[in-house]
């Protein structure tokens, strides 16, 4: 990963989006969302983690990569920080979930993530509950070796890209 690799998906809004959920946020291909969840920000996206580019999906797969995440709707944007990891599969179908623990499964696209459903700006998730459709714009990074030595060097290379 010698560049930077980025990846874009469209997803829509839902009238059910609450965004309270403490630990994750999440995006889904699937096109109806109940009440109960409460992590889902985005749903009919065009793409599912198996739908990436193989490449992006390789280098996410490190314990040195840095996803940075750009959400927008309407003016609203934010922008989230995440590590990848050697142990991240990443072939769900139709997830793809940010978390802010280092849990993984095969939905998981980036862990120590800086926001949650619930931390992201409630202007913006008021946009993506009212505009028809949200950008979500990823690129990948990785950490230089000389930076991930301790944990606040690793978090001062995250905080350049906010």
């Known amino acids: ?3 930077q690799q980025c990846e874009r998906l469209i997803c829509s809004g839902h009238p059910n989006i609450r965004a309270l959920h403490q630990s994750t946020f999440e995006i889904t291909k699937e096109e109806s969302l109940t009440y109960s969840g409460t992590c889902i920000i985005g749903v009919h996206a065009d793409r599912g983690l198996c739908d990436f580019n193989p490449e992006f999906i390789h280098s996410l797969a490190s314990d040195t990569a840095l996803l940075v995440t750009k959400l927008s709707a309407g003016k609203e944007t934010c922008t989230i ?3 990848g990891s050697s142990r991240m599969t990443l072939n769900h179908p139709t997830d793809i979930v940010w ?3 280092s849990y993984i ?5 980036g862990i120590h993530a800086d926001f949650t459903a619930k931390t992201l ?3 913006l998730i008021s946009a993506i509950i009212e505009e028809e459709k949200m950008t979500v ?3 990948l990074f990785t950490i230089p070796e000389e930076e ?3 944990a606040l060097q690793i978090q001062a290379f995250f905080h350049r890209f906010l």
């Open 121 to 123: 700006p409630r202007e």
């Open 99 to 101: 978390r802010r623990s």
């Open 137 to 139: 714009d990823m690129e």
């Open 148 to 150: 991930r030595s301790s």
């Open 81 to 83: 920080t995440a590590r």
């Open 105 to 109: 499964d095969n939905r998981t696209i």
């Open 1 to 3: 990963m010698n560049n």
